[in-house]
């Protein structure tokens, strides 16, 4: 067994784990944030994006031991003060979502592309940007649809804070 210690959403959290517990599983199981989802266990699917350290994993891809000393935020910690993170509200508003089960990971992936790239996103940037994540509904237009409105809101948002 071994001890995993992480900064989850904000709070630091400590847990015994076999090593062999990918990450996935530990936030799943050992922290109760059903939120991030495991779909292929094989780093194929995306449903399973957190961020670590600030930049996008599957966290299906991961140990849980690799990962200690990590802050890691998951799709709970998007979220502040009640509202809605801008690309989770931009996901709603432009129908980014069917079956719900990759919208996690896109959401998780898409923070990451516009933390990246700003509102410098074109709609090729975004379908690159979104290879590693599927949508077994074939929902991408508009998936693709909110990251770039997401990414505009973002970006005037920014733009008046300073």
Do not use: W
Not at 72 to 84: D, H, K, P, W
Not at 108 to 126: F, Q
Request: proline letters at 1%.
């Amino acid at each position: 067994m071994a001890k995993v210690t992480l900064t989850v959403n904000g709070r630091t959290v400590s847990g015994d784990c076999e090593d062999r517990t990918l990450l996935v599983h530990f936030i799943r199981e050992k922290l109760g944030l059903t939120g991030t989802h495991v779909g292929c266990d094989t780093n194929q699917c995306g449903a399973c994006v957190v961020h670590m350290d600030g930049k996008s994993v599957k966290s299906c891809s991961i140990l849980a031991v690799q990962a200690s000393g990590s802050s890691i935020t998951t799709i709970e910690g998007l979220a502040q003060n009640g509202e809605m993170h801008p690309v989770q509200a931009a996901f709603k508003d432009n129908h980014g979502l069917q079956c719900g089960f990759c919208t996690p990971g896109m959401v998780m992936t898409a923070v990451d592309l516009i933390n990246r790239h700003g509102n410098s996103l074109t709609e090729e940037t975004v379908r690159a940007g979104l290879e590693g994540n599927i949508c077994r509904c074939t929902g991408y237009h508009n998936i693709v649809k909110a990251v770039l409105s997401a990414a505009a809101e973002m970006g005037t948002a920014r733009q008046a804070a300073e």
